[in-house]
């Protein structure tokens, strides 16, 4: 099952249930991101900087992709009212700003004694490469 409706419950989940969302991050999003929480590191928001790293242009932040994927678990897949326990990621390759990126979700596991989900978590860049892998723990919503 690819794209699916929003607010899934534990009982309706299944192992294998994915989820996708495409995103555009533009030069205002990792600018506004940047001033937010403050982590305005030159990498992700001087061109003039970045261009003279090992990356050649700016990225946006990790955590930023990061906020994708709580996104679309808590509004999403599994929907609204879902809690995430837990998040964890590692970081594989850039993003570059003025890109569009897939975030992709698929539940793994159901964990029946705590009603509770575990899903991979992706994070694709516009070459379809893999920019971030993970995993979540999560609260379904009790009423879709």
């Known amino acids: 099952m690819s794209q699916q409706k929003s607010g899934h419950s534990f ?4 192992i294998g249930d994915t989820y996708d969302f495409h995103r555009f991050i533009s030069e205002e999003d990792v600018q506004t ?4 929480t ?4 030159p990498l992700h928001v001087d061109a003039e900087y970045a261009k003279n790293t090992r990356f050649g242009d700016r990225i946006v932040h990790g955590v930023f ?3 994708l994927i709580s996104k ?3 509004r999403d897949f599994p929907g609204p009212g879902s809690v995430a326990v837990s998040i964890s990621c590692r970081f594989l390759r850039p993003v ?3 890109s569009e990126v897939r975030v992709s979700v698929k539940i793994v596991e159901k964990l029946e004694q705590r009603r509770y989900v575990k899903a991979e978590t992706f994070v694709f860049t516009d070459a379809n490469k893999k920019a971030l892998v993970g995993e979540a723990t999560i609260i ?3 009423d879709p």
Do not use: Q
């Open 140 to 142: 379904p919503p009790v």
């Open 72 to 74: 679309v678990l808590g």
């Open 38 to 41: 403050g982590d305005d590191n």
């Open 33 to 36: 991101f940047a001033r937010i």
């Open 11 to 14: 009982d309706s989940l299944k």
């Open 65 to 67: 992709l990061l906020g």
């Open 96 to 98: 570059r700003v003025n």
